[in-house]
């Protein structure tokens, strides 16, 4: 193998590690995840929240909460996490797999959680990304 050959593969070779790290620190500073819509609803038609409120009778039933969020890089995840008085009553993960992508998860609601309720919206290290406020009433 000559000088120049030698020469070439170091610089090829540094070149390449140059683009992999470079592309490393990319994804790892990569456009963070966001929530451009959130809502609470009694249903979720075509990927759409219906009957979109902040209070809701306990007949209801169950309860939507559905998130539209942009920004990802590639698959990732967010997590519903729903709060019943300030206890942690469900923990829902949820799969994000487009920069614009739509989800939802549900509740169930007991005659005897009535009250003050939160839904807590977690990026995928378990960032705050947004909190919904809600309450369900006896009638």
């Not at 739509?102 to 977690?122: C, N």
Request: proline share 4%.
């Amino acid at each position: 193998m000559t000088r120049f050959q030698t020469f070439l593969i170091v610089i090829v070779s540094a070149v390449a590690l140059g683009f992999g790290f470079s592309n490393t620190a990319f994804s790892q500073g990569q456009a963070t995840v966001s929530v451009a819509d959130a809502s609470l609803c009694i249903d979720v038609v075509d990927l759409s929240c219906v009957g979109e409120n902040d209070q809701f009778p306990v007949q209801a039933g169950k309860i939507y909460c559905f998130s539209r969020i942009i920004g990802a890089q590639g698959p990732t995840t967010i997590t519903h996490v729903w709060y019943y008085e300030d206890h942690e009553v469900a923990r829902v993960d949820l799969a994000v797999k487009s920069p614009n992508w739509r989800t939802y998860s549900s509740k169930r609601l007991l005659p005897s959680q009535i009250g003050e309720w939160h839904v807590d919206i977690l990026g995928s290290e378990g960032e705050l990304l947004r909190e919904i406020v809600f309450n369900v009433t006896p009638q």
